[in-house]
């Protein structure tokens, strides 16, 4: 495996965790870069501290990514402790399980647009003003296929991530001229714990559009997250990376 040069970055993962933010948190570790990690599960956000330690210098803040006051405590307190932010990786993130969409109760579909949409919204609004003093950061969204296709009996997450992509898109022009660039990638369905709120019937679906005919490993997204990550990524803003193993048509 090769070593992406992230020497002497600090860098926020959202979701870090658990699932691709843990894998992300991994790689970032051992490419030089010091982790901090925002999760809102504080025991395993605890347990995930302790394990990624090993590799090096890891922080960790419990936080309810959709309240703006705790992702502002958030970064004041990440800045205090690794002195930057340099890349902010937004991976947290929920399905909010399975069904049609006049099934799908409406606190359930704020919630996972609340997560998934607004949550990446205030913290790239915390973090950005940051990034403009420093006069560097990149900023990498984890949006999905869903978002760019929409996938039956998950329209709540399918419209979170397609807002996520315009956000990207937005967020990326506004930031082009400032060496601060924001792009997101698109997987398609890693097998991770989020496969728990779902349905056997839709990770079936899933797999079956996949050319590729198996799941994404979180190494393999965090290989590209991680190079999106890094200086060598200095061309690519507001852009949409695919990772979704042949599915994606466009």
Same mark, same amino acid.
């Given at each position: 495996?090769?070593?992406?040069?992230?020497?002497?970055? %600090?860098?926020?993962?959202?979701?870090?965790?658990?699932? @691709?933010?843990?894998?992300?948190?991994?790689?970032?570790?051992?490419?030089?870069?010091? $982790?901090?990690?925002?999760?809102?599960?504080?025991?395993?956000?605890?347990?995930?501290?302790?394990?990624?330690?090993?590799?090096?210098?890891?922080?960790?803040?419990? $936080?309810?990514?959709?309240?703006?006051? %705790?992702? /502002?405590?958030?970064?004041?307190?990440?800045?205090?402790?690794?002195?930057?932010?340099?890349?902010?990786?937004? =991976? /947290?993130?929920?399905?909010?399980?399975?069904?049609?969409?006049?099934?799908?109760?409406?606190? #359930?579909?704020?919630?996972? #647009?609340?997560?998934?949409? #607004?949550?990446?919204?205030?913290? =790239?609004? /915390?973090?950005?003003?940051?990034?403009?003093?420093?006069?560097?950061?990149?900023?990498?969204?984890?949006?999905?296929?869903?978002?760019?296709?929409?996938?039956?009996?998950?329209?709540?997450?399918?419209?979170?991530?397609?807002?996520?992509?315009? *956000?990207?898109?937005? *967020?990326?022009?506004?930031?082009?001229?400032?060496?601060?660039?924001?792009?997101? $990638?698109?997987?398609?369905? /890693?097998?991770?714990?989020? !496969?728990?709120?779902?349905?056997?019937?839709? #990770?079936?679906?899933?797999?079956?559009?996949?050319?590729?005919?198996? !799941? *994404?490993?979180?190494?393999?997204?965090?290989?590209? @997250?991680?190079?999106?990550?890094?200086?060598? =990524?200095? !061309?690519?803003?507001?852009?949409? !990376?695919? *990772?979704?193993?042949?599915?994606?048509?466009?």
């Amino acid at each position: 495996m090769n070593r992406i040069d992230l020497e002497g970055r %600090a860098v926020v993962i959202t979701g870090g965790a658990r699932g @691709i933010g843990y894998a992300v948190a991994q790689r970032a570790l051992r490419s030089g870069a010091s $982790v901090a990690l925002w999760d809102v599960d504080s025991e395993r956000l605890a347990r995930s501290r302790r394990e990624l330690a090993e590799l090096g210098k890891v922080s960790a803040v419990t $936080v309810e990514l959709t309240d703006e006051a %705790a992702v /502002a405590h958030a970064t004041a307190q990440t800045v205090g402790e690794h002195g930057a932010i340099d890349v902010l990786i937004n =991976c /947290a993130g929920i399905t909010g399980g399975n069904g049609t969409t006049w099934e799908l109760e409406p606190e #359930i579909w704020r919630r996972v #647009i609340d997560v998934n949409l #607004i949550g990446p919204y205030l913290t =790239c609004r /915390a973090v950005v003003p940051q990034m403009l003093k420093q006069g560097y950061g990149r900023i990498v969204n984890i949006a999905s296929v869903a978002g760019k296709e929409g996938n039956p009996n998950a329209s709540h997450y399918s419209a979170s991530k397609a807002g996520l992509i315009g *956000l990207t898109k937005s *967020l990326g022009k506004e930031l082009a001229t400032k060496n601060i660039l924001v792009n997101a $990638v698109t997987p398609a369905a /890693a097998k991770t714990e989020i !496969f728990d709120s779902m349905s056997q019937q839709h #990770i079936d679906y899933m797999l079956a559009k996949i050319p590729m005919n198996r !799941f *994404l490993l979180p190494e393999e997204a965090a290989s590209l @997250i991680l190079w999106l990550s890094s200086e060598d =990524c200095a !061309f690519s803003t507001g852009a949409v !990376f695919d *990772l979704s193993g042949g599915r994606a048509t466009y």
